[in-house]
């Protein structure tokens, strides 16, 4: 899996610095909160669900090589072909295979993430197929040469102005200036809708496989997916193999607390089940249907203290809750998974060393697990991720000593509380007078963006030292 | 590749799991029960439904039988398209019907290029989500549901089940008779995007209005609901 986030730390400084951006993002990520907020107050057995549906992922994840066998066999019995990958090398030429077998030059994908940790567009294209992404936010980062940042709405970082150009320089516009968001949607509806026609291949991701029927769950809003589920003469659905659930109604039961979190839908327009080739008698539909399940260290997160962060559903909440996430955005983690859930997943999907800095794009805020529907306690997860990186030594020096001298100070409380009470009695005869502080030896990056308050004269365990005394006299 | 794969994943997986029984397995599955659902907006099945696919932005139509169908059918396609053709899949159901009456000239088949507007008769009608569950087959091509501008979806009121649960008992009843489909799918309104600064816009790739007609003994109360929102939506 391609990632870069061994530059977070700079792409956030740059990202910061992007005013116009960071308003967007909040305005969406913020509307995006409110109406989940107001879909899960409407739906009184949330908690109840959530509670419900835990449990059925944590059943799955315990019997998953019964319930990844049983979906197999459902799967073949409904005539799909089912194929196995260890890692993106796997997957990737299994896919270019199923293509080159039926002679495919053009690729119209749905959205899958699963692809995007895979590097499979870039993959076929090397191999010379034309691969063409579906989903519009999809669309528009790929013609614009760019990489994903949100999971439901990967061109959230760019303007209606910035799009409009982008088409203009695509596409052959003639006299249509697309002045309104609509017109942007109908230019990317035309061109979009000849290539589904064309396509020989299409590919879609999975939002869940059923054990008990062998077939895929998708579910999208714009029906781009289905339409590459059921024009293309050819179907690979890729997804991991961690899916799994028991029955069908576990994972419509899954899409309530799916749908309600992501867009604050009762159901997202379309949720489709998918499995086998077109049915005798049929006139339209995939002549071969086929599933490409993919591991890429799953099975090894499965054996690990970290297996919860498989039972994510992908709603992006985390990330619209996230105060990092919301200030720096998307495109900073450097990864195909952004945000809290991303800042867990990478370091396990790659590897601790690259990606060490993640885990500390973290405020401990704890909004994330509050809102996570699969109540994955991912402020926990960033800990320990970040304990590891301790125990590795990955982090800079002063960082490492830092933190020691913290602890070794938290662990003697009477030096601490002197240290701390000279400390707070420098800053308050210093800042008195002017109110507070534009600049602070090792604050710099605190007092970039406004001054530090000047702090009341003694701290709290001088001023609750005081008072005992005061009533044990009295 | 995939043999020695899978072979090497289902090795991964069993050293993780708990090597239980299937018995022990589904016993445990069963123990677990059904998850809840949300409580309806109406408690009358019709009016629940006829307010969740107005949520979803759709539009409804009420009809006491086949032949107010097709004239609830003619009366939206002529504002819409000023004439009354429309393509719709080889469903013996949809054959059946009094098309002449109401002059709706139906073509059977698939949507093919340069037509607006497809019909489907749904299997089921899911109230809590107010979504229509149609399947592929012989008399339902995938590209009827998918690719037109304008979906109008026939939905029976003896086909409403109150939950997606009920929803899927309906649909293994169904198939134990036919086999599996090649695709079921639930449908809760008109294709639609946010992707474009967070702002909604329906047509994204697949139809931009979803009409259904709901056909049976349907209440006064539900069907004015419906009325009074067409007529906003007007």
Same mark, same amino acid.
């Given at each position: 899996?391609?990632q870069h986030?061994e ?9 910061l610095?992007n005013?116009e +951006? ?7 990520t ?6 989940r907020?107001?879909?899960v ?12 549906i835990?449990k ?16 197999e066999?459902?799967? *073949?019995h409904?005539?799909?072909q ?6 993106s090398?796997?997957?990737?030429s299994?896919?270019?295979d ?5 002679d495919?030059r ?5 959205k899958s993430? *699963?692809?995007?940790?895979t ?7 090397s191999a ?7 989903d519009l ?21 760019? $303007?209606?102005?910035?799009i ?12 249509r200036?697309?002045?309104e968001t609509?017109?942007?949607v109908?230019? =990317?509806r ?5 290539h ?6 299409g590919?879609i ?5 059923i @054990?008990?029927?062998?077939?895929s769950?998708l579910?999208t809003?714009?029906g781009?997916?289905?339409?590459c ?8 659905i ?5 899916? *799994?659930l028991?029955? =069908?109604?576990? @994972? %419509? ?5 799916l ?9 997202s327009?379309?949720t489709?089940?998918?499995s086998?080739?077109?049915?005798e008698?049929?006139i ?5 249907t086929h599933f490409v399940?993919l ?7 499965l054996?690990?203290d ?20 919301? $200030?720096?955005g998307?495109?900073?983690y ?6 809290p ?8 999907? %790659? ?10 794009a973290?405020t401990s805020c704890?909004?994330?697990? =509050?809102?996570c ?15 590891e ?18 602890s ?7 030096i601490? +509380?002197?240290l ?12 008195r007078k002017?109110?507070?502080? $534009?600049?602070?030896?090792f604050?710099?990056?605190w %007092?970039s963006?406004r001054?530090f308050?000047?702090p009341?004269?003694?701290t709290?365990?001088q001023?609750?030292?005081a008072?005992?005394? +005061?009533?044990n006299?009295r | 590749?995939s043999g020695?794969?899978?072979?090497e994943i289902?090795?991964?997986l069993?050293e993780?799991g ?5 018995e ?8 677990l029960g059904?998850? #809840?659902?949300p409580?309806p !907006?109406?408690?009358?099945? &019709?009016?629940a439904?006829?307010l ?9 139509? &009420?009809v006491?039988?086949?032949?107010e169908?097709?004239q609830?059918i003619?009366h939206?396609?002529y504002p ?9 899949g080889?469903?013996?159901?949809l054959?059946?019907m ?9 073509r059977?088949?698939s ?18 989500t107010?979504?229509a ?6 008399a339902n ?21 109150p ?5 899927w008992?309906?649909i ?5 008779k036919t086999?599996?489909p090649?695709?079921i799918?639930f449908?809760?309104? !008109? #294709? ?13 790739h697949g ?11 349907? !209440?006064?109360?539900?069907?004015n ?7 906003n939506? &007007?």
């Amino acid at each position: 899996m391609e990632q870069h986030s061994e530059a977070f730390l700079d792409n956030a400084s740059k990202a910061l610095k992007n005013g116009e +951006q960071a308003q967007r993002r909040d305005r969406i990520t913020s509307l995006a909160s409110q109406i989940r907020a107001a879909a899960v107050e409407r739906f009184e057995e949330f908690d109840g669900l959530k509670h419900h549906i835990k449990k059925i992922r944590q059943h799955s994840l315990d019997n998953l090589d019964y319930y990844l066998s049983q979906f197999e066999k459902e799967a *073949v019995h409904n005539g799909s072909q089912v194929h196995f990958a260890r890692n993106s090398e796997d997957l990737n030429s299994l896919v270019l295979d199923i293509c080159q077998q039926h002679d495919a030059r053009r690729v119209a994908k749905g959205k899958s993430i *699963v692809t995007e940790e895979t590097g499979l567009n870039s993959f076929l294209q090397s191999a010379g197929l034309s691969v063409m992404e579906t989903d519009l936010g999809e669309y528009i980062i790929q013609q614009a040469g760019e990489t994903s940042s949100h999971i439901v709405s990967p061109a959230l970082h760019k $303007s209606a102005n910035e799009i409009r150009e982008l088409f203009q320089q695509k596409h052959d516009l003639g006299a249509r200036e697309l002045r309104e968001t609509s017109d942007l949607v109908v230019e =990317a509806r035309d061109v979009l809708r000849e290539h589904f026609l064309q396509a020989e291949v299409g590919i879609i991701g999975a939002n869940a496989l059923i @054990a008990e029927n062998g077939y895929s769950m998708l579910v999208t809003n714009e029906g781009n997916g289905d339409l590459c589920a059921n024009l293309p003469r050819v179907l690979i659905i890729c997804t991991t193999i961690d899916r *799994v659930l028991p029955l =069908a109604e576990d @994972a %419509t039961a899954m899409s309530r607390l799916l749908a309600r979190s992501a867009t604050g839908q009762l159901q997202s327009c379309y949720t489709s089940f998918y499995s086998g080739p077109r049915r005798e008698g049929e006139i339209d539909g995939p002549l071969e249907t086929h599933f490409v399940l993919l591991d890429n260290k799953r099975s090894n997160i499965l054996s690990s203290d970290y297996r919860e962060i498989l039972e994510c559903m992908r709603c992006g909440a985390c990330l619209n809750h996230c105060p990092i996430y919301n $200030s720096v955005g998307g495109q900073a983690y450097g990864s195909v998974h952004s945000g809290p859930i991303g800042s867990v997943l990478t370091p396990l999907l %790659t590897s601790l060393e690259h990606s060490h800095l993640l885990p500390n794009a973290c405020t401990s805020c704890g909004r994330c697990a =509050a809102v996570c529907p699969a109540e994955i306690p991912l402020p926990d997860l960033l800990r320990d991720l970040r304990h590891e990186e301790g125990i590795k030594k990955l982090s800079a020096p002063r960082w490492r000593y830092g933190l020691k001298l913290h602890s070794w100070l938290a662990r003697h409380p009477s030096i601490y +509380q002197t240290l701390a009470a000279i400390s707070i009695r420098i800053l308050y005869q210093l800042g008195r007078k002017r109110g507070g502080f $534009s600049k602070l030896p090792f604050a710099s990056g605190w %007092t970039s963006q406004r001054d530090f308050p000047v702090p009341q004269e003694r701290t709290f365990t001088q001023l609750y030292k005081a008072k005992m005394k +005061q009533s044990n006299e009295r | 590749m995939s043999g020695s794969a899978r072979s090497e994943i289902f090795a991964h997986l069993r050293e993780a799991g708990r090597g239980e029984s299937e018995e022990n397995i589904q016993r445990e599955r069963l123990s677990l029960g059904s998850a #809840s659902a949300p409580a309806p !907006p109406a408690t009358e099945i &019709c009016q629940a439904f006829i307010l969740n696919v107005l949520k979803n932005q759709g539009s409804v139509a &009420c009809v006491n039988n086949r032949a107010e169908a097709v004239q609830a059918i003619a009366h939206y396609l002529y504002p819409h398209f000023h004439n009354y053709r429309l393509v719709t899949g080889n469903d013996p159901r949809l054959a059946a019907m009094p098309w002449r009456d109401a002059g709706v000239l139906p073509r059977f088949g698939s949507l093919e290029a340069g037509e607006p507007v497809a019909l489907s008769f749904a299997r089921l009608g899911v109230v809590e989500t107010g979504a229509a569950v149609t399947w592929t087959s012989k008399a339902n091509p995938a590209a009827n549901n998918f690719l037109p501008e304008h979906h109008i979806v026939l939905v029976d009121k003896n086909d409403l089940v109150p939950t997606m649960e009920k929803a899927w008992e309906r649909i293994h009843h169904a198939l134990e008779k036919t086999g599996r489909p090649r695709g079921i799918n639930f449908i809760a309104g !008109p #294709s639609s995007t946010a992707d474009i600064e967070g702002e909604l816009i329906y047509g994204a790739h697949g139809p931009h209005r979803w009409h259904v007609v709901l056909l049976g003994d349907v !209440p006064v109360d539900a069907q004015n609901i419906a009325r009074a929102a067409q007529r906003n939506q &007007c």
